[in-house]
């Protein structure tokens, strides 16, 4: 049974940078794709980012490329994803999400709440 | 890479079927078969009840099924009950190993 547990919530300054990180258990993260989708306050989600083990990539939605960095710690079973240049757009719970398929998402983590705040 | 379109809200009373629509173009859903969808309770994180288009995951009521025709994918519940009034989304793959979720949809039971 795959769990994923994420680090708790974040406040930042406008400009600042954010790193969440995602922790599997009872699986081994290098078998699993990982993806991180966001939902802003009373809005839709939205797709960040994926790693699909199967092939090595690592790819970004086209709107946080340049911003976006998801990386993994295969020594700890934990996947990160660090946004720069935060904005007040950025507040938003950040998910991270896997599945035996890249194709879609069977176990989430909690969420993380970023606020990005003067 | 644009959101799929979704209807804003459907409802229905205990018992009906609802469908809700997902529309995209053909570099997404009518390229693909790998169209999911997620239910989503207020102040939780997703949940995954259909994916590759029509199939079911252990533990999901066969009172969803989902399928597709063209450029526009369908969810539907059957038998609706009170606790399936939740935001429901749909998420095609898009090539280039990206993925892009649609609009959402609150089911509301009547």
């Known amino acids: 049974q795959v769990q994923l547990v994420q680090s708790g919530a974040e406040v930042k300054k406008p400009g600042a940078s954010v790193k969440v990180s995602c922790k599997v258990s009872g699986y081994t993260l290098t078998e699993l794709s990982m993806h991180w989708v966001r939902q802003a306050p009373g809005k839709g989600l939205e797709w960040m980012g994926g790693?699909?083990?199967?092939?090595?990539?690592?790819i970004y939605a086209q709107k946080f490329q340049g911003r976006v960095t998801m990386t993994e710690d295969t020594s700890t079973d934990t996947a990160y994803m660090e946004l720069s240049s935060l904005r007040s757009e950025d507040t938003a719970v950040y998910y991270c999400a896997t599945g035996a398929d890249y194709y879609y998402m069977d176990v989430w983590g909690k969420g993380t709440t970023v606020t990005v705040s003067s | 890479q644009s959101a799929l379109t979704q209807p804003r809200s459907v409802s229905g009373s205990p018992g009906q079927s609802v469908t809700i629509s997902c529309t995209g173009t053909?570099?997404?859903?009518?390229?693909?078969?790998?169209v999911s969808w997620y239910q989503q309770h207020p102040g939780k994180a997703p949940k995954l009840m259909i994916y590759d288009v029509s199939k079911r995951p252990s533990g999901v009521p066969d009172r969803f099924s989902g399928s597709k025709s063209g450029n526009t994918a369908s969810l539907t519940i059957s038998g609706l009950q009170a606790e399936d009034e939740a935001d429901y989304y749909c998420?095609?793959?898009?090539?280039?190993?990206?993925?892009?979720f649609g609009t959402g949809t609150k089911v509301t039971v009547l």
């Open positions: 998420c095609s793959y898009a090539g280039s190993y990206t993925n892009v």
């Open positions: 790693f699909d083990p199967e092939d090595g990539e690592t």
């Open positions: 053909s570099s997404d859903v009518g390229g693909y078969n790998y």
